[in-house]
């Protein structure tokens, strides 16, 4: 239950985006508040579907949402 | 200036950090669980204590008890969604947290319900052991009964566990 590999920058890309709140970016994705404050705290890894939702809804690419920690970086 | 502002968004998403409606919904699944286990278990022993299964046959007895214990709790189940649902919709007029279901419930309810299925199989083989062992068919019985209501609690505690700390 420790934290996933894969960290993302969605609190700063909401902040950049007109400070969006977690809510908004929640309808945006088709998603529950929570699930967004799971993702966000990386408590959750979203699927690929999800994670391009999520990036779409940015107008970012994937990448620039979500980097994958390598074992090999720690 | 832009440093500020944003500490400041962080420290207003970090207030508005509340129970979910999905924590809220598997902590009164346990409390329904437990007090429909209580009551059963009590009713049982009331009737024990009259002496109404003196002339029972401990198999069909144990089998009933078991076969009817089922249907209570999914009733039970239903009947506290329908409150909580009620319940929830009154008290959180206005509230954004709207209870849909999207990827991360359906993982967590199958994870939860693979614990369960864990506990009871565990109390299944306890049960057969028993039996293989010769001890008294109440036993088997009450272990069965048992790790039905542990399975039960367990999926709700997981539940509650894997939407508060994540997976």
Redesign the interface.
């Known amino acids: 239950?420790g934290k996933s590999l894969v960290s993302n920058n969605i609190?700063?890309l909401?902040?950049q985006n007109g400070?969006m709140t977690?809510?908004q970016l929640a309808d945006k994705a088709?998603?529950?508040?929570?699930?967004i404050?799971?993702i966000e705290?990386?408590?959750?890894s979203?699927?690929l579907e999800?994670a391009f939702r999520l990036a779409k809804a940015f107008n970012v690419k994937l990448e620039d949402v979500f980097t994958y920690d390598s074992e090999e970086k720690k | 200036m832009y440093i500020i502002?944003?500490y400041m968004?962080?420290i207003y998403?970090i207030r508005?950090?509340k129970m979910?409606?999905?924590e809220k919904k598997s902590i009164a699944m346990i409390v329904s669980s437990v007090l429909i286990f209580a009551v059963y278990a009590l009713v049982l022993y009331q009737k024990y204590n009259n002496g109404e299964f003196l002339n029972a046959d401990p198999l069909r007895l144990g089998a009933v008890v078991l076969l009817l214990l089922i249907p209570l709790q999914i009733v039970s189940k239903i009947i506290t969604m329908i409150l909580f649902t009620i319940g929830g919709a009154i008290k959180v007029q206005g509230d954004?947290?709207?209870?849909?279901e999207?990827?991360?419930?359906k993982l967590v309810e199958q994870k939860a319900m693979n614990i369960a299925f864990y506990i009871f199989g565990i109390g299944f083989l306890l049960a057969l052991a028993a039996l293989a062992l010769a001890w008294p068919l109440r036993v088997a019985f009450l272990l069965l009964f048992g790790t039905l209501f542990g399975s039960d609690i367990g999926s709700g505690i997981a539940q509650f566990r894997y939407?508060r700390?994540?997976?």
């Open positions: 239950m609190r700063l909401r902040f400070e977690q809510q088709g998603v529950t508040r929570q699930t404050i799971a705290s990386a408590k959750y979203p699927s999800l | 502002q944003y968004f962080n998403d508005r950090k979910s409606y999905h954004p947290d709207i209870p849909i999207d990827e991360r419930d939407y700390r994540g997976f």
